[in-house]
């Protein structure tokens, strides 16, 4: 016998404005609980096509081993996608390939223009993007309350905006900021990000889909070492319509290549944000793991001094010191210790951040990253 794949229904598809304010949102009805999904903006019209929607909840239905249904049709082009996405994603993550079941039909979409908006974060791959890509590009699109900075935590995220503005104000973009309640979602929170949020920033080109026809999503990890991840070069553009074409950009190159590539740039000295630990109150806290990485690539090239943003050569023996394990392959690190016109104080400290890092590993104890956590919420609580 057959058994049903549970669902998560998605109806009730709204669209409304209060005052200055765009909003669009779904009922989700789930195994669990029901809750509703949406997405606001001050700065332009959201459309209210399903097809964000389901971008958004794809990968979280998934984890939950539960198929979307909506009320409303998705466009042809982008089931005929997902089925390709799905594939993709069962091969990595063993997920069953449940395509999202809509009544039959094709919408009309019309692109209201030709325009191309890009994800833009402040970081090092969006301002590459930004910089250096060649792709012309009209819009900054930021979403708040997405990944780290709560929509509570005010002060951050008007220190954020007003960075990322002044940005667009000198590039002679538009800035666009969407808020969203989606990592509250139950089967968002426990989907891990590192899946979840591809299809988060997908979304937010199908709600631009009445301004824009093109969506730019900056890789994080280059064609050659890139693993499965959330937002990846074989992912993303199977996120397109008809009316959105997303495109991966910067693959070809690594991190370390781009903050190279614009480290000259006065714009990126003074508004570079990598921070997610939020230790500091606004900005870069220049102690995570992220930010001495992002330090020591920037000593490295002889432009951390130029770097407003960041606390400079003075205190990162002591950062570099205060760091219980380091993250990832340390590269960077690893290559910096070959470089013998550093600091030899700054050289020691990264050696012995590199040996505690592999004794740890060695010894098969904690994971690594619930250490980082854990460090991460004394150094919160001692402020």
Known sequence: ???????????????????????????????????????????????PYPEAFASALLVPALESGLALTFDQPLPSTWLSNCRQLLRVYHEWWGYEEHLPVSPSGDPQRFP??????????????????????GHEIDFLVNAQGFVDTPLEDFPRLIAIENSIREVARKTGT???????????LPMVAKTSWERAHGGGLIALGHLLSSVVARLLISSSYTFETARPWGSHWMTDPLGSSASLQVIHVGAELKRNEKLWAI???????????????????????????????TRLQLLECDQLRHFSCFEGEESLVQDIDSLPVGD???????????????????????????????????A?????????RVWSLLQRLAK
């Open 174 to 184: 538009t800035p666009i900021f969407i808020r969203t309640n989606f990592l509250e």
């Open 1 to 47: 016998m057959t058994v049903a794949t549970p669902t998560a229904r998605v109806s009730e598809l709204t669209s409304g404005r209060e005052g200055r304010t765009s909003r669009v949102s779904s009922q989700v009805f789930g195994q669990v609980s029901d809750q509703i999904l949406w997405f606001e903006s001050d700065d332009v019209e959201l459309a």
């Open 364 to 372: 098969g104890s904690a994971p690594i990253s619930r250490l980082r």
């Open 112 to 133: 209201g223009s030709l325009k191309t908006a890009l994800c833009f974060t402040g970081g090092v791959d969006s301002f590459h993007t930004l910089l250096r890509s």
């Open 263 to 293: 480290a000259g740039e006065p714009l990126v000295r003074e508004h570079l944000h990598v921070c997610w630990e939020n230790l500091a109150p606004t900005g870069n806290c220049s102690r995570c793991d992220k930010c001495i990485r």
């Open 328 to 362: 990832g392959q340390m590269r960077t690190h690893r290559r910096l210790l070959e470089n013998r016109q550093v600091d030899r104080r700054i050289l020691r400290a990264i050696d012995n951040l590199v040996t505690r890092t592999e004794r740890a590993r060695d």
